[in-house]
């Protein structure tokens, strides 16, 4: 049996933690909606369950990934964060989503903040891009709040989008 530990990161809001099993309500009723049409489309709860599968995956294969963000005063499951680099992306790419209730709240922002410097500092990432759907008018706006630059359109996976590059994090 292969091991890897996820590490769990924390901001003052938020934590940034492994996929979990209870987790699959909330990733079924995220999937379910029309705001996945963003990040690939609808799914069932089998096809979340697989994702999950998949998420857990990456940190195995990769040595990085994605993250559950949590809601460190209430527990809830808020969305998701880390990086990403599935075989078809040309780089590897900071990314986030948010679940319904908590856009507007600066969670995304946080919790990118924290991936980007997390990714920085423990993996040897830096200057990561993030791959926007042209109509995804929020997610544009907060990686324009992080500073990160237009650099062209790409089309990835058969899905126009907009490449964001991130600045250089330093490193302590």
Request: aromatic share 10%; charged share 20%.
């Amino acid at each position: 049996m292969t091991s890897v530990t996820i590490p769990t990161v924390e901001t003052d809001r938020l934590i940034l933690r492994a996929h979990r099993v209870e987790d699959l309500p909330e990733m079924a009723a995220f999937f379910a909606g029309p705001r996945a049409k963003f990040i690939g489309g609808t799914m069932t709860e089998g096809e979340c369950w697989r994702g999950m599968m998949r998420g857990a995956g990456h940190w195995v294969l990769r040595g990085y990934g994605l993250w559950h963000i949590e809601e460190k005063a209430t527990g809830k499951l808020a969305g998701w964060s880390g990086i990403i680099h599935h075989i078809e992306w040309p780089e590897p790419e900071l990314a986030w989503t948010l679940f319904d209730g908590f856009e507007g709240k600066g969670v995304a922002y946080e919790a990118a903040l924290a991936a980007r410097a997390y990714a920085a500092q423990h993996f040897g990432l830096n200057r990561l891009i993030s791959l926007i759907a042209p109509e995804n008018t929020r997610s544009l706006a907060l990686a324009k709040r992080l500073d990160a630059t237009f650099e062209g359109e790409q089309t990835v996976n058969g899905y126009d989008c907009h490449a964001y590059r991130h600045p250089q994090v330093e490193v302590l």
